[in-house]
């Protein structure tokens, strides 16, 4: 090792330690505290080590919900999402006046406390004894009779969750995007134009490939942050999340060790480490898909 690796290595310590101190070791110990059965938090003991907790927890009705939850706002948000950012983006990018007007508009729901916004999304969509809420006074101009989004059936609650995690992430991704947009080579474009190709063929084969790399964090990143989706669903449904069927696996963890059925660690480990396992596959699928679609 020469004297260059020994300064790249001393630089690195400090973050490396971060790492493993705030990272890597409270992974173990979680995994630890996973495999301990019938722990006592206040005494420290437990009974045994084996897949008792694992058991338990996959059988367990609500987390096989919060696991329902979680996938299903994960395959709607992220797509629609990004989708709607690339879209938004582009239209953004050809606009030449007011442009950072409108870059500014789009990132305020970003900087918005996550209550205050499911705040107002309560008043737009519950339906109270007082008022039907301003989306069902919407609906009522169609004649669709009103419809309780916040304490009403399931698909509406989801609906509303999905429609909330859009809007909160919609801003970052348009903002990124925006820029990864503005980072393509013009001359790309410009011998595009002269040798006739149409828009589509300039956007297929030039835009996205030249832009498949942020694309590809943007869908990463939002794998990741649904499946950690919780204050979402706080900010819409309240604490109990369970009573009203709209818990994430984020959700459960918190419950079982600070909810009403709180005081159990090795079961919240338990989740935490399935969820951990779920993230890690799907990002691992990510990476060998994007060896292939992904132009760096």
Known sequence: ??????KAWLYLLPALIFLIVFLVYPLFDVFIYSLEESYNFASGTYTGIGSYNYEYVLHD??????????????IITVP???????????????????????????????????????????????????????VNMFLGLFDISSIDFINGPY????????????????????????????????????????????????????????ISPMLFYLVITGFIGAFKAYSDAIALFGTNLN??????????????????????????????????????TITCINLLVSKKYVHY
């Open 1 to 6: 090792m020469n004297k260059h690796s020994y």
């Open 61 to 74: 009705p609500y987390f096989v919900q919060a696991v329902q939850n979680t996938f299903i706002l994960v």
């Open 80 to 134: 629609i999402s990004t989708i709607l950012a690339l879209i938004i983006s582009l239209g953004l990018s050809s606009i030449k006046a007011l442009r950072n007007l409108y870059q500014t508009i789009y990132f305020l729901p970003y900087v918005t406390n996550t209550l205050a916004v499911g705040l107002v999304f309560m008043i737009l969509f519950q339906k109270t004894e007082y008022s039907v809420g301003l």
């Open 155 to 210: 698909w509406a609650k989801m609906f509303v969750l999905c429609f909330y995690t859009i809007w909160t992430v919609l801003p970052f991704k348009i903002l990124v995007l925006t820029g990864a947009l503005a980072s393509v080579n013009p001359d790309y474009y410009k011998a595009a134009k002269i040798d006739g190709a149409s828009k589509w063929r300039i956007f297929s084969k030039i835009t996205l490939p030249m």
């Open 243 to 280: 009573a009203s069927g709209m818990n994430t696996i984020v959700g459960y963890v918190y419950d079982m060790l600070y909810g009403t059925s709180g005081g159990y660690p090795s079961y919240a480990s338990s989740a935490a480490i399935i969820l951990f396992v779920i993230v890690l």
